[in-house]
């Protein structure tokens, strides 16, 4: 275990996947947690992240100095580097000198940590103090053109650190350093691979579930619920029941995906509700962005709740004494960050006491995805022999088509939609860019209409917009680049094949200001 330490940097969970990468697994805690605490868990190393203030700012976020008295291996990356140098008695001054993006680095040292690296190389800075001295016993390792101290190590002590952030993709051999620091300063061994995450998790769900009931998992057809469920059915077998809502609003062929791929590749027990027509009728007449998700949630909790008790009730019909007790859920150590949570086990007890299920009954939730990254997910579901169309989706919003029709959703205008889109996500499978891409929505902009000329005649109909967009964690994104190519066979192939749609357009507004949907 390597310990993360989040000064309110948005680099900590990025430091924690790229230790991840290094085949060493990593946990994110925040710089609030007492260092005795931290030391209590055993990590085999700390890193410090980078964050927002100045050492010196008052309120900045610092450290109990002991941490680097302490015998465990701490490496300081930006703001954690100049903690580090402050804490055990170097300097860190405001100079006035700033370096913000991409930087060239000189190696004056290679030492241990910059081991065959360049002697000049680029890196991604974002700081406005510097270290201008080492702490005694540090040997400097690099600097920049206005920053004496650049990095350092003390490698007898197990100490060292960059002012540059290594995890980000711009900083070029930030992989090579990160894992110079695990494997040789801190003597981590790279065990984590997806084949012991794979046994390992399934290990626990039986511990977690063990003898005491059955488990019931909701599946969307993305790749969370859909791995979730595969490691809880590797572990329990047929006592998992999934559930799948077809609310109509799925894009061409997903509910396929689950009721016939899925059940193939896994054996699981599945029980499928076809709510189309509950949810278009709900919908009808509603434009409003809002009131439709309000409307989809809504619908989708009833009908979950109603397949769910349906499931009790045919268990307890074959099975005496049956009783589920469990429920999965496809969560991710993202969210878990974010709600402040730690990625042990969850002990959360979820009521489940509306629609038709007795008032007492209570879920204990099974979360088998609560230490994982999404790229991580991935892989656990390629191990677990997924098909690669479910392991390789796109993210997709729970409200699907609904809100990418702009108007009213009726079935017409998503049989219109559900052509389109499946045309570009084929040409995007065919030009091999499935994943450089983060997510293709296609939005009919149905309550617009535009003149066109096909085949001699006018026509008045509807232009789509395409939204391919480039992200990490679609808190931020950027428009796609595709290419021209690409981007006229989708423009041809849906005006010719798509009746109605007479005008394709690309968006090409990055998120911020743009969200990534168009409601
Ligand atoms: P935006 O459009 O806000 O979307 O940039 C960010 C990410 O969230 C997805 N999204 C949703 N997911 N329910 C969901 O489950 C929703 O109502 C919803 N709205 C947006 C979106 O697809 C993107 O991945």
Redesign the pocket.
């Known amino acids: 275990l390597v310990l993360v330490v989040d000064f309110g940097a948005q680099y900590a969970q990025l430091i924690a996947r790229r230790v991840r990468e290094a085949r060493v697994y990593s946990e994110i805690v925040p710089h609030t947690m007492p260092v005795d605490e931290m030391l209590a868990r055993r990590p085999k190393a700390i890193i410090l992240s980078g964050g927002p203030s100045s050492v010196y700012a008052e309120g900045a976020p610092s450290i109990d100095p002991a941490l680097f008295t302490a015998g465990t291996p701490v490496f300081g990356m930006c703001y954690g580097f100049q903690l580090m140098a402050r804490g055990l008695g170097g300097e860190v001054a405001h100079t006035g000198a700033r370096e913000y993006g991409r930087t060239a680095v000189s190696v004056t040292e290679s030492g241990t940590l910059l081991a065959d690296l360049p002697a000049a190389h680029t890196v991604w800075m974002s700081h406005g103090d510097s270290v201008v001295a080492a702490p005694d016993g540090f040997t400097v390792l690099a600097s920049t053109a206005v920053t004496p101290v650049a990095a350092f190590e003390d490698v007898a002590r197990g100490l060292a650190g960059v002012q540059w952030h290594p995890e980000v993709l711009h900083t070029e051999h930030g992989q090579k350093v990160l894992e110079h620091f695990l494997h040789q300063i801190a003597g981590c061994r790279p065990t984590w691979t997806m084949v012991n995450i794979v046994e390992e998790q399934i290990e626990r769900i039986r511990e977690q579930i063990g003898d005491r009931g059955r488990a019931i998992c909701g599946l969307s057809g993305g790749v969370d619920s859909a791995v979730a469920a595969a490691l809880v059915q590797r572990a329990i077998g047929d006592r998992l029941t999934c559930v799948f809502v077809d609310h109509g609003l799925l894009r061409k062929g997903e509910a396929e995906q689950v009721e016939r791929d899925f059940v193939a590749a896994t054996g699981v027990d599945l029980h499928v509700v076809d709510a189309e027509k509950r949810f278009l009728d709900a919908l009808a007449g509603v434009s409003d962005p809002e009131q439709k ?1 309000k409307i989809i949630g809504r619908e989708f909790i009833r009908v979950f709740e109603a397949a769910e008790a349906d499931v009790l009730a045919r268990t307890a019909q074959t099975e005496a004494g049956a009783k589920v007790a469990f429920l999965v859920q496809g969560t991710l150590y993202p969210d878990v960050v974010e709600s402040g949570g730690g990625a042990g086990t969850s002990n959360i007890k979820s009521h489940h006491n509306v629609g038709g299920l007795p008032d007492d009954l209570e879920f204990e939730l099974v979360e088998p995805l609560r230490t994982l990254f999404k790229d991580e997910v991935r892989l656990v579901g390629e191990q677990l022999g997924l098909p690669a169309e479910i392991v390789w989706r796109h ?5 699907g088509l609904g ?1 990418r029709i702009i108007g009213e959703v009726t079935r017409e205008r998503l049989d219109l939609l559900r052509e389109a889109d499946a045309i570009a996500r084929e040409e995007l499978t065919h030009a091999g860019l499935d994943r450089d891409i983060w ?1 293709f ?1 296609v939005v009919l902009l149905a309550d617009v209409r535009s003149v066109g000329v096909q085949g001699d005649s006018r026509t008045y109909g509807h232009p789509v917009v395409l939204r391919p967009v480039t992200s990490e964690d ?1 808190m931020t ?1 950027d428009w796609a680049r595709l290419p021209y190519d690409v981007l006229e066979r989708i423009s041809t192939r849906i005006t010719n094949e798509v009746a109605e749609v007479n005008r394709v357009t690309v968006d090409i507004t990055s ?1 911020p200001p743009g ?3 168009w409601e």
């Open positions: 998700r993210p997709f919003p729970g409200p809100i997510q929505p679609a994104a998120k969200t990534i949907e």
